[in-house]
T-cell receptor
């Protein structure tokens, strides 16, 4: 069965600093990988996704993520964080083929200090 | 493009009462999902529909939860009777095909069982 681990429950960074959120997955085949952001009281917004090809994926809001098969990781990065980036971030893995069930990690809460 | 619509946004009920949530997916999206997000956890898939048929309901507590998508468009999720541990945000999502790409989430219904 697939699983996702986000080892950091909370992260605090200063505005303007760089950010890296960690995600490790477990899945037997080539995974579909996603990063979502959730602001309080809101639904999940897709930041970026990886299906195949270039292992460095660019997303919205200046985010990027790198797929590393050897490390089973899909870490999210941003070179300069803005106060509006404060939110909860979820990594997810989706099944390939006909099934498209998403399995989410437990999330990382990002706090941005001004 | 209109997003995934859910109602109500909030609901407070007493334990052992029943409750129903409604979801209207994006027009043309054949696949519809209900996820449960308990506070401090990532969303967990409850049920997946393809048109009006159930694809996966392995995580749905069928003794108290039921869901339907009668005409392959709108869907309702019902809980009867509710338990305290059902307090969560219930997210609806839809996608065009069966692949894991292209999910769009609604804003969710926050249920509090007291």
């Amino acid at each position: 069965a697939q699983s996702v681990t986000q080892p950091d429950i909370h992260i605090t960074v200063s505005e303007g600093a760089s950010l890296e959120l960690r995600c490790n997955y477990s899945y037997g085949a080539t995974p579909y990988l996603f990063w979502y952001v959730q602001s309080p009281g809101q639904g999940l917004q897709l930041l970026l996704k990886y299906f195949s090809g270039d292992t460095l994926v660019q997303g919205i809001k200046g985010f990027e993520a790198e797929f590393k098969r050897s490390q089973s990781s899909f870490n999210l990065r941003k070179p300069s964080v803005h106060w509006s980036d404060a939110a909860e971030y979820f990594c997810a893995v989706g099944t390939t083929g006909g099934g498209n069930k998403l399995t989410f990690g437990t999330g990382t809460q990002l706090k941005v200090e001004l | 493009e209109a997003g995934v619509a859910q109602s109500p946004r909030y609901k407070i009920i007493e334990k052992r009462q029943s409750v129903a949530f409604w979801c209207n997916p994006i027009s043309g999206h054949a696949t519809l999902y209900w996820y449960q997000q308990i506070l401090g956890q990532g969303p967990k898939l409850l049920i997946q529909f393809q048109n009006n048929g159930v694809v996966d309901d392995s995580q749905l507590p069928k003794d108290r939860f039921s869901a339907e998508r009668l005409k392959g468009v709108d869907s309702t999720l019902k809980i009867q009777p509710a338990k305290l541990e059902d307090s969560a945000v219930y997210l609806c999502a839809s996608s065009f095909g069966q692949g894991a790409e292209g999910y769009t989430f609604g804003s969710g219904t926050r249920l509090t069982v007291v």
